[in-house]
């Protein structure tokens, strides 16, 4: 569309059948319904010259054209006046919706899928104003803009509509400043990446306890209320604030992720880490409250404990076990956070980041060869951008690091019921007040 | 019967404009076409294949593959500029 619009240049766009009604809601939402998209079949990736030739030579799955014939066709045909579409649109939609009873109501909001498929507190407006009660921010005020991929356009998001999203998902109103403070950070937890991401929160500082959270014994898993539904109400707002989250239209992830229905939201066991808070690393003071995000949560690997002799061997070979455009972050019990700390002398979550980037490493063929190292990283590297420029530079033999320092985090969650421990592959984001937005 | 209200969760959407694509051409025979590879998966393999075809079938026409200069997520106007200088048209591919 750039090239089309900002250049006069006149194109074709070619992408596989499987994307055809996103690629076609892309172009209609970017003002160019008639943008002229050529399909072939799934997949491109892996298939030889001699079948991708084969696809050049066949014809268009969606259409039953030929491919070349569509292709030409699309860089010589004029453009009929009804392929431009309206000259301009919108999609707002009325604040309230009305039903003829609760069924109803429920039915409506399934099908108009602004659920997570499970069942929600209707949004009344007496629920609304309670939950707005417990902010002082107009409930007009814009909190935010999401989109669900790069290519689709930003929609906005007032405080009452993150407070619809909060009583639907069940949050009590006192969870209501962390909620805005999720949707503060403009961090979708809907993406529609093919590779099926979710979001991650970890709340820091007072509001924790004032609120009732788990840091200990089943943080992550469905035994906290305000864990559970603030992260629900997260997932919620990202796919409603957005303008969508369907799968085929605006939601690709080719398996879907379990961790989306409430985004691994929890919070951090700062009274048991040996280390400072995760919101202090990145520029909090101890007594404020904030929230910290992650996306692109796909992979999980665990151990229990560090062994005595072999623990380095272990920890390099659950970090070899994620993709390295995933970066690591440790969720460690207070028990195996303890063990870093006496088997390996990290007094800081900082010396421990140190270590793990130096240890996590592998030839730099192999490195390069990874899928999502070749489509997000590669070009970087040779645009000359470190430390990539410097590892695409290393024979192929060479032993590489296969994270960044920066993108490596250490957080500490966990009741202590053992020493086990994870890595999530997950990319952080950004840490947020939720002091700002009581 | 009664009516119940409930508040919509949807979020504001911007307006559509719409935009007007670049003319097409009479025909592409004497002319630069790009193949623009834009680094997804296997793309390049496929631009290639389609740049063979472009010999076989319509020798007058010029196709060049050309990557772009970064991640797909980023605008990339040094390639633009170029295919807009030194081309006629453009096929970009593959979205998957």
């Known amino acids: 569309m750039t090239l089309e619009t900002g250049y006069g240049v006149p194109t074709v766009a070619v992408h596989t059948d499987k994307f055809d009604k996103v690629v076609r809601s892309v172009a209609e939402v970017n003002g160019m319904p008639g943008l002229r998209q050529v399909f072939v079949p799934q997949p491109i990736m892996g298939k030889t010259p001699a079948e991708l030739r084969a696809y050049v030579d066949g014809r268009d799955p969606l259409t039953g054209r030929p491919v070349m014939q569509e292709v030409l066709e699309g860089l010589t045909r004029p453009f009929e006046a009804d392929e431009l579409g309206p000259a301009e649109f919108d999609r707002t939609t009325p604040p309230l919706v009305e039903g003829a009873s609760e069924d109803a109501l429920h039915r409506l909001f399934l099908e108009q899928r602004w659920t997570d498929m499970l069942p929600i507190v209707l949004p009344t407006e007496a629920r609304v104003a309670e939950m707005l009660a417990h902010t002082r921010r107009k409930p007009d005020e814009l909190v935010g803009r999401m989109r669900s991929t790069h290519f689709r356009e930003h929609w906005a998001y007032s405080v009452e509509k993150v407070a619809v999203n909060a009583v639907m998902a069940g949050a009590r109103p006192e969870y209501f400043p962390v909620i805005l403070a999720l949707a503060a950070t403009g961090v979708t937890a809907r993406s529609s990446s093919s590779s099926a991401m979710a979001a991650m929160a970890v709340v820091n500082g007072p509001v924790r306890h004032e609120i009732g959270m788990n840091a200990g014994t089943g943080a992550m898993g469905p035994y906290n209320h305000a864990n559970a539904t603030i992260g629900r109400a997260y997932g919620l707002l990202s796919q409603n604030g957005q303008g969508g989250s369907v799968p085929g239209l605006s939601y690709m992830g080719n398996q879907g992720n379990n961790y989306a229905y409430n985004s691994v939201t929890f919070a951090e066991n700062e009274e048991r880490s040996p280390w400072e808070p995760f919101h202090v690393q990145h520029g909090r003071r101890p007594d404020e409250s904030a929230v910290s995000v992650f996306s692109g949560v796909r992979s999980t690997s665990f151990t229990l404990g560090l062994r005595e002799t072999y623990w380095r061997e272990h920890v390099r070979n659950l970090l070899r076990g994620i993709d390295p455009n995933g970066p690591p972050t440790l969720l460690l019990d207070p028990i195996a956070a303890r063990q870093f700390v006496t088997r390996g002398g990290f007094t800081t979550k900082a010396a421990l980041i140190d270590w793990l980037h130096d240890n996590a490493r592998m030839p730099a063929g192999e490195y390069w060869d990874y899928q999502l190292v070749q489509n997000y990283i590669y070009p970087r590297a040779t645009f000359g951008e470190e430390p990539w420029a410097s590892k695409l530079a290393a024979a192929p033999d060479v032993s590489i690091p296969m994270f960044r320092r920066e993108d490596i985090h250490v957080v500490v969650v966990g009741g202590e019921t053992n020493g086990y421990w994870r890595i999530m592959g997950c990319n952080y984001q950004k840490t947020v007040s939720v002091d700002d937005w009581r | ?96």
């Open chain 2, 1 to 96: 019967m009664a009516t119940l209200r409930v508040l919509n969760p949807v979020g504001f959407p911007p307006k559509v404009t719409r935009k007007v694509p670049a003319p097409r051409l009479d025909t592409l025979e004497g002319k630069t076409v790009y193949l623009v590879d834009c680094r997804f998966d296997d793309s390049d393999v496929f631009l290639g294949q389609m740049q063979a075809w472009f010999a076989e079938h319509l020798p007058g026409v010029r196709a060049v593959v050309k990557r772009i200069n970064n991640v797909y997520l980023h605008d990339d106007p040094t390639t633009w500029e170029e295919i807009k200088s030194r081309g006629h048209a453009a096929i970009l591919g593959v979205g998957h």
